[in-house]
């Protein structure tokens, strides 16, 4: 594979973060430079070296431009593999998150870990990117640039942000126009609907709940691609997600690469531990699996933190806090924590026994626990309808009215 980028034009590029730390690279959405990432560097540059790069003709960088989304990625392997660089993390925005993912399955052997933001398996249609490129060529960038804030950001960070707007503009207006109208076209034939089942590295699907240009449903189809992905929807937020919400995005990019990159180094060879001159001592009861604590962990990832008990998270000694506390341990730390089958699987079973047996409320906080572990809509729905057959109409009716308003809540209404 590596032959088939030894000619490729370079990528401009640059570094931030020690240079003895692991390689994270931050990839730009099209339009955008490398200084849409300016407000997480300072957070994850004390952990990672983090090389940032512009897209060609972007921000000042060479005018070479590039034929599809692979010949992109071939092109930034090419700068890792001068700067010996062999194992990175990878996040993308847009079109660098289409980089991302074609990195991913070209060579999955060097992306430890992969974060794709404002993404889409397909981004909206062929026929609307060649549209873009026709209308490029003929009138130049600037009516895209004016037009650029409105697909990028929420009405209420445009009437609060004008110096930021005036920013996104300015940055659009001034990409190379062939470049620009060649990106529009890498992104016309860009489609791995097929491929997600093959991307084997820990990925995290980043969301803005209003973006309309790669809507939640978009990631959630991300997330029931690829294998064991974990999606994060960010509340009021458009499509360039990193610049909209800065410090939201920053927060869940430390976090995941911060895991997934224990995961890989674990998943490493590793030399054989020394032969202990004395026997090794006993387990101490610290190490003992905290079931309760898992419980609470496990219970606000994917329910959330308040939900599935009678009392307020800051009253723990109230009525009922001990049966609370039994259902957390037995439940969420015993029983969703057990291996035999995955968390998808285990929301459909706890969809379909709170429908037949009516328990609504606790319904609509599964239904959102399901959204976030990467359910669809479609899938839901799906669930309480063969739900009716063997349970009954009335139930799955009402399970069906319950979830509808948590679906409408949590996707705007375009689920």
Same mark, same amino acid.
């Given at each position: 594979?590596?032959?088939?980028?030894?000619?490729?034009?370079?990528?401009?590029?640059?570094?931030?973060?020690?240079?003895?730390?692991?390689?994270?690279?931050?990839?730009?959405?099209?339009?955008?430079?490398?200084?849409?990432?300016?407000?997480?560097?300072?957070?994850?540059?004390?952990?990672?070296? +983090?090389?940032?790069?512009?897209?060609?003709? @972007?921000?000042?960088?060479?005018?070479?431009?590039?034929?599809?989304?692979?010949?992109?990625?071939?092109?930034?392997?090419?700068?890792?593999?001068?700067?010996?660089?062999? =194992?990175?993390?990878?996040?993308?925005?847009?079109?660098?998150?289409?980089?991302?993912?074609?990195?991913?399955?070209?060579?999955?052997?060097? +992306?430890?870990?992969?974060?794709?933001?404002?993404?889409?398996?397909?981004?909206?249609?062929?026929?609307?990117?060649?549209?873009? &490129?026709? /209308?490029?060529?003929?009138?130049?960038?600037?009516?895209?640039?004016?037009?650029?804030?409105?697909?990028?950001?929420?009405?209420?960070?445009?009437? =609060?942000?004008?110096?930021?707007?005036?920013?996104?503009?300015?940055?659009?207006?001034?990409?190379?126009?062939?470049?620009?109208?060649?990106?529009?076209?890498?992104?016309?034939?860009?489609?791995?609907?097929?491929?997600?089942?093959?991307?084997?590295?820990?990925?995290?699907? /980043?969301?803005?709940?209003?973006?309309?240009?790669?809507?939640?449903?978009?990631?959630?189809?991300?997330?029931?691609?690829?294998?064991?992905?974990?999606?994060?929807? +960010?509340?009021?937020?458009?499509?360039?997600?990193?610049?909209?919400?800065?410090?939201? /995005?920053?927060?869940?990019?430390?976090?995941?690469?911060?895991?997934?990159?224990?995961?890989?180094?674990?998943?490493?060879?590793?030399?054989?531990?020394?032969?202990?001159?004395?026997?090794?001592?006993?387990?101490?009861?610290?190490?003992?699996?905290?079931?309760?604590?898992?419980?609470?962990?496990?219970?606000?990832?994917?329910?959330?933190?308040?939900?599935?008990?009678?009392?307020?998270?800051?009253?723990?000694?109230?009525? &009922?806090?001990?049966?609370?506390?039994?259902? =957390?341990?037995?439940?969420?730390?015993?029983?969703?924590?057990?291996?035999?089958?995955?968390?998808?699987?285990?929301?459909?079973?706890?969809?379909?026994?709170?429908?037949?047996? &009516?328990?609504?409320?606790?319904?609509?906080?599964?239904?959102?626990?399901?959204?976030?572990?990467?359910?669809?809509?479609?899938?839901?729905?799906?669930?309480?309808? @063969?739900?009716? /057959?063997?349970?009954?109409?009335?139930?799955?009716?009402?399970?069906?009215?319950?979830?509808?308003?948590? +679906?409408?809540?949590?996707?705007?209404?375009?689920?």
């Amino acid at each position: 594979m590596d032959d088939l980028y030894d000619d490729a034009p370079p990528l401009q590029y640059r570094f931030d973060g020690p240079e003895t730390a692991p390689v994270l690279v931050l990839g730009p959405a099209l339009g955008a430079t490398w200084h849409m990432w300016d407000r997480q560097l300072p957070q994850l540059s004390e952990t990672w070296r +983090v090389l940032r790069y512009e897209l060609p003709g @972007h921000g000042g960088a060479p005018a070479e431009p590039a034929s599809s989304v692979d010949d992109l990625a071939r092109r930034l392997l090419a700068v890792l593999d001068d700067e010996g660089i062999d =194992t990175f993390g990878y996040a993308g925005c847009a079109l660098g998150a289409a980089i991302g993912a074609r990195l991913a399955l070209l060579r999955p052997d060097r +992306v430890a870990a992969l974060a794709l933001v404002s993404a889409s398996a397909r981004f909206n249609t062929a026929d609307m990117w060649r549209q873009r &490129g026709v /209308v490029v060529r003929a009138n130049g960038l600037e009516r895209t640039a004016q037009a650029g804030p409105q697909r990028w950001f929420t009405e209420a960070f445009l009437a =609060t942000q004008p110096a930021i707007t005036e920013w996104a503009v300015r940055m659009v207006a001034t990409t190379d126009q062939a470049c620009y109208v060649a990106a529009c076209e890498a992104l016309a034939a860009f489609d791995i609907r097929d491929a997600l089942g093959s991307i084997s590295v820990p990925t995290l699907v /980043v969301a803005g709940a209003d973006d309309t240009e790669t809507p939640p449903a978009d990631a959630r189809l991300l997330v029931a691609g690829i294998p064991d992905a974990r999606l994060a929807v +960010v509340p009021a937020t458009g499509h360039l997600a990193p610049v909209e919400e800065p410090a939201a /995005v920053g927060d869940l990019l430390a976090t995941h690469f911060a895991t997934a990159w224990q995961d890989h180094t674990a998943a490493l060879p590793q030399p054989p531990p020394p032969v202990p001159p004395v026997p090794a001592p006993r387990m101490p009861a610290a190490a003992v699996p905290d079931r309760l604590a898992d419980g609470n962990r496990l219970r606000a990832e994917i329910i959330g933190a308040s939900a599935g008990t009678d009392r307020a998270p800051e009253a723990p000694d109230a009525f &009922g806090a001990r049966f609370d506390d039994l259902a =957390t341990r037995y439940a969420w730390g015993e029983i969703w924590s057990r291996p035999g089958l995955d968390r998808r699987t285990r929301a459909c079973v706890t969809l379909t026994a709170l429908a037949v047996t &009516g328990q609504l409320g606790e319904l609509a906080d599964h239904v959102r626990g399901a959204l976030r572990i990467g359910l669809s809509p479609a899938e839901i729905e799906e669930v309480l309808v @063969h739900t009716a /057959v063997y349970c009954g109409l009335p139930a799955a009716r009402a399970a069906i009215g319950a979830a509808r308003t948590v +679906v409408e809540q949590e996707t705007g209404g375009h689920p």
